[in-house]
């Protein structure tokens, strides 16, 4: 098996997939290496010098952009869209189970906004808030528009799970005795917590750098992704470039922090099942 010769095909697929991954993370490559440019060091190659000047500066005032204010308002804004969009997918995942009046256009409405051009969305969002009457911000209007992206995907995943689940742990639960709280808290909610770190993580990310769906929604405070599109029109130096290689290291530890999750829950159901197994 291992000294079988590959075939053409197999280089051919591998150089595609290596001309992809470079598609993809080339340029953000670029930035990562600008941004560890000397204090004299421009926008563009060649580098001057090796520094992490442009990091310090990111701690200093600045003449334009509010990085500190802008990152605090994008994080909490992306924690409150992931909390509601787990949620609200959770329960709709429940209520989804069982078909009712009407749960076909209920679905397809919930996830039209998918298909609806991400800029009419955020302008629809804002001019709603204007004809009320309302002021649009970060925590109202743009939260509304953060969840038209985050709840479709949420729904599609828990819908996907829940059409695979094995209900008969639900009903051994209900012949113990158990109530339909408790089935939900000790039986269901632990076998699909790996997918609910998911559905987290997808609310996060996406509220967290969601640039068209804010646009016209955020008010005056400008999140982390209005920001930075404002600070390209006026930085010259290679913060802006040090900003996002901060923001893409976070973001990317927020990917890591949910896969370690999902593993350590994984460990625990295999250690729990194994010292089951001993019991019998």
């Known amino acids: 098996m291992h000294g079988r010769k ?3 095909s197999f280089y051919v697929l591998g150089a595609f997939f290596l001309l992809f991954v470079l598609f993809l993370y080339g340029p953000m490559s670029t930035i990562f290496i600008l941004s560890f440019q000397g204090p004299n060091g421009g926008l563009t190659f060649p580098m001057n010098g090796v520094s992490v000047t442009w990091f310090r500066n990111l701690t200093e ?3 334009v952009g509010d990085f500190a204010g802008s990152f605090g308002r994008s994080f909490v804004l992306g924690v409150i869209v992931m909390l509601l969009t787990v949620t609200i997918a959770l329960s709709a995942g429940l209520a989804f189970r069982h078909r009712f009046r009407g749960s076909g256009l209920i679905f397809y409405l919930a ?3 998918l298909i609806v051009p991400s800029i009419l969305v955020s302008l629809g969002i804002g001019l709603q808030f204007r004809i009320i009457g309302w002021d649009t911000a970060w925590y109202t209007s743009a939260l509304g528009a953060h969840l038209t992206w985050t709840l479709p995907f949420g729904l599609l995943i828990m819908f996907a799970i829940f059409n695979r689940f094995d209900k008969s742990y639900e009903e051994a639960a209900r012949d113990l ?3 339909p709280w408790q089935v939900i808290r000790h039986v269901i909610v632990p076998i699909i917590l790996p997918s609910l770190v998911g559905i987290a993580l997808f609310g996060l990310t996406l509220s967290y750098d969601e640039f068209a ?6 008010g005056t405070s400008n999140t982390l992704p209005l920001e930075i599109y ?3 029109t006026n930085v010259t130096t290679p913060v802006l470039y040090a900003l996002g290689t901060v923001t893409s290291g976070f973001s990317f530890l927020i990917i890591l922090l949910a896969l ?3 593993v350590i829950i994984r460990r625990r159901r295999e250690r729990h099942g194994s010292d ?5």
């Open 61 to 63: 005032k600045q003449m």
């Open 6 to 8: 590959r075939s053409k």
């Open 213 to 218: 769906r804010t646009l016209m929604t955020a």
């Open 230 to 232: 404002a600070m390209t």
């Open 177 to 179: 005795g158990a109530s």
């Open 276 to 280: 089951a197994g001993k019991g019998v």
């Open 260 to 262: 370690g999750t999902v």
């Open 111 to 113: 996830i039209a906004s």
